[in-house]
Each structure stands twice: as C-alpha cells, then as structure tokens.
C-alpha cells in the first residue's frame, strides 16, 4: 500500500528589477551569501539530545502538516464553505478567502482555501496567522478519499490563555502533502521545504524532511519512515537523520523494529535501533554514537527507555490522535 511517488515543491524566485531614464553602467549590488549552516559534530555528551530533537521536530511538523490534510479534508466533505463554518467561539476574528475555480461553493481540486486569524480564540488558545491550502487533486478511494495538498502555515502564533504557564509557540510552514485513508488505513506522505518552529526564544528548522506514515487498523501496525536536515539556533547546529530501516509495530506502542540513524560534522554517527537487548524490551531502545566514523561505538545505551526520546502518543492511532481545539472550524 506504500506510494513509491513523493511531492516535491517547487522554489519561487522573485527577480525584482529597477528601471530608470537610461542605462548606467554601475554594476549590480550583490547580496551578501547566508552564512553557513554550524554543523553539529555528534559526540558523547550530545548525541542523545540530538536525537530527542530530531524525533520531536519531525513529529511536531507531522502534526501542523497533518492538521492541514485535516482541514482539507473535512472541507471538502463540506456541501458548502460558509461563513458559520468559520467562527471564533470565545473571542478574536477569522476569515476566509476561497479561490473557487468552479464557483460551486465547494472547496475542489484546483481550489484555494486561506484561512486568516487574529487572536483568535476557540478555547483556550489564541491563534493569529494564516493557514493555506491549495488543492491539487481530491479523489474517491475505495471507501475513503485521496489528496494532493500543498500546505502553508504563515507566522501561525499560538499563544495559552489557561492559568498554566505555557510560553508561546510560532509556526512557519510548507509542506507538500500525499494524503490518502479507507476504512482499513490512513497514509500521509509528507514533503517539506521548511518547518520552523520557534518556542521559548528558541527557533529550530528543518528542510528537505520527507515523512512517510502508514497506519493498517485491519492488522493494527504503522509503518514510520523520515529523513531530513534539522538545526537549531540554539545550542544545537545541522545534522541529518534517516531511516535506514522503517520504524515499525503495533498501534499504541513504541517500535518494536527499524533504525534510525544521524549524521554529524567529522564522519560522527548515531543510530537508535531495536537490536541487542532492546530487540526484546518492548519499552526500550539501543542508542549509541561513533564520534569519528571508524565503526565503533564511543558511547552506547543498551536499552534506553522510549520515554525519554518521545511521547508513546506519536504511535497512537492516528484517528484518535485529533489536535486541540485550535482552529476556528466548525
């Protein structure tokens, strides 16, 4: 049931040119280059909060990716985008603009659909920004639905109004999404060309994050497989992350199969693997690092509790796995 064709998005280039009352012979003043990307050299003292954060971004873009898909979705099964589906129940404002190409009042293929916020609340979080969603394709799919999606968040600001000391949190987003779901499963493919996301003064990226996820409830097994770049502005610089094997088991559980791999500055490695004891500890993983790529592990954890990577909740089923009350959607 894998899908072999990925998205890929496309990278708009604006040239802007100035015009004047005749030609000049002053050449053109060039931009300075970004800096180089920092990249991290994975060691010791570092590696497993690397790999902490490469787990949490992906699944942190997976779910502002996935919330996208959702709307789409539940739009398209809409017989109409009216304004009463749109409304901020507590306090704010939010509106909508539909390119309608069919003008049928429906959101179809070739439609999009941009979704504005300020301060707008629907329980106890305010959201100001803009979510975007262009329809490329939605089709029947046995008895479920097929999408080709792209999705932008643009400066989605996410801030608490609960008694709880939550600090707050930015989104930037774009995502190519390969969306499909029947009864027996959900299956998201997922493309990004930038995920950032910015909590507590700490921005953190990604770019070039390819997640695919598969979800059987006829078997009850997921099938989790990423790779990408992810850095930080903080403490952390670039490394990539791979899945040389996909991460696989039973819904609601951690993996009981796969490996996941990083790649640092200096030939450095991590890996995280279901092997050695680990193989048999359904709640624990082996997680070593290679600081200088001789094939040696310099430091290694037998068996490491899941818990302290990531939340079993990114292995939950899908469909139970619904977000909070953000959105002003009804």
């Known amino acids: 049931m894998r899908k072999a064709r990925l998205g890929t998005l496309g990278i708009i280039v604006c040239l802007h040119a100035c015009g004047g009352g005749g030609a000049s012979d002053e050449a053109p003043v060039a931009e300075p280059p970004a800096p180089t990307p920092v990249q991290l050299t994975l060691d010791a003292a570092n590696y497993q909060g690397a790999v902490r954060n490469a787990l949490e971004w992906s699944d942190s873009a997976f779910f502002f990716a996935k919330m996208g898909a959702d709307v789409a979705d539940h739009l398209v099964s809409s017989s109409a985008i009216l304004p009463p589906l749109f409304r901020c129940t507590v306090s704010g404002a939010a509106s909508i603009t539909l390119t309608d190409r069919n003008r049928n009042g429906m959101l179809n293929a070739g439609d999009t659909l941009s979704l504005f916020m300020d301060h707008c609340i629907t329980d106890v979080i305010g959201v100001t920004g803009v979510i975007r969603i262009e329809v490329t394709s939605a089709e029947p799919f046995g008895d479920g639905r097929?999408?080709?999606?792209?999705?932008?968040?643009?400066?989605?600001?996410?801030?608490?109004?609960?008694?709880?000391?939550?600090?707050p949190l930015d989104i930037n987003l774009t995502a190519s999404v390969d969306f499909s779901y029947t009864t027996d499963f959900d299956h998201y493919?997922?493309?990004?060309?930038?995920?950032?996301?910015?909590?507590?003064?700490?921005?953190?990226?990604?770019?070039?994050?390819?997640?695919?996820?598969?979800?059987?409830?006829?078997?009850?097994?997921?099938?989790?497989?990423?790779?990408?770049?992810?850095?930080?502005?903080?403490?952390?610089?670039?490394?990539?992350?791979?899945?040389?094997?996909?991460?696989?088991?039973?819904?609601?559980?951690?993996?009981?199969?796969?490996?996941?791999?990083?790649?640092?500055?200096?030939?450095?490695?991590?890996?995280?693997?279901?092997?050695?004891?680990?193989?048999s500890n359904s709640a624990a993983v082996l997680v070593s690092v290679d600081t200088n790529g001789d094939g040696v592990a310099d430091s290694e954890v037998p068996e490491l509790d899941w818990t302290q990577l990531l939340p079993q909740a990114t292995f939950s089923s899908l469909r139970d796995r619904s977000p909070p009350v953000l959105l002003p959607i009804h």
Do not use: C, H, M, W
Request: proline share 3%.
């Open 146 to 167: 097929a999408y080709q999606l792209l999705v932008s968040i643009i400066d989605l600001s996410l801030t608490s109004n609960s008694a709880a000391d939550v600090p």
């Open 189 to 279: 493919v997922l493309t990004f060309g930038e995920f950032r996301r910015t909590l507590a003064g700490q921005t953190q990226s990604v770019s070039n994050l390819v997640i695919d996820y598969l979800q059987r409830y006829d078997t009850l097994r997921y099938d989790y497989l990423l790779q990408g770049t992810l850095g930080s502005k903080g403490d952390f610089g670039e490394f990539r992350i791979s899945t040389p094997l996909s991460l696989t088991g039973t819904i609601g559980s951690y993996p009981s199969a796969g490996r996941l791999g990083l790649n640092g500055a200096a030939n450095s490695t991590a890996r995280v693997s279901e092997e050695g004891a680990a193989a």
